[in-house]
């Protein structure tokens, strides 16, 4: 393989990563698809043979990830709003899946990886996304 060539081996590892990074953040958005959101806005997970939250039977209140399994199946319908009812960290979270996705497909595309700037970026907007599944639990504890 010529050295020029778009499929150079030094690339060889930034497209397997690139590779794995999609497969990783596809497979709970494809999951998500598959499950009918619970019309409570909670408790999804359970379709999947998981148990309630141990959170909720052990104190009677919500953890922060309350509503998350239920908010992705609503992002994966374009329900966005009703997501965001559910879990608003979440939804979020399934946004960021989802651009991350893009990132990894120019990642196994170009076989180079992504800037410092897009790295930094990326790390902040998920230690905003954490800030905000924070808040939004307080607010739905002060609110209960």
Do not use: K
């Not at 899946?97 to 990886?113: D, E, K, N, Q």
């Not at 700037?117 to 808040?135: C, H, K, M, N, P």
């Amino acid at each position: 393989m010529p050295s020029g060539s778009r499929w150079a081996s030094g690339s060889r590892c930034a497209r397997a990563v690139g590779l794995l990074l999609i497969a990783t953040l596809l497979t709970p958005l494809l999951i998500a698809s598959q499950l009918q959101p619970s019309d409570s806005g909670l408790g999804t997970h359970q379709r999947l043979g998981l148990p309630p939250c141990s959170v909720r039977m052990l104190f009677g209140i919500r953890c922060p990830s309350c509503g998350m399994t239920t908010s992705w199946a609503h992002v994966t319908r374009g329900n966005v709003i009703q997501a965001a009812r559910c879990n608003t960290g979440g939804t979020l979270l399934a946004g960021y899946a989802i651009a991350s996705i893009g990132i990894a497909a120019g990642l196994v595309w170009t076989g180079r990886w992504p800037s410092r700037q897009v790295l930094r970026t990326a790390a902040i907007v998920l230690i905003g996304i954490a800030s905000v599944t924070f808040v939004d639990w307080l607010y739905r504890l002060l609110r209960a």
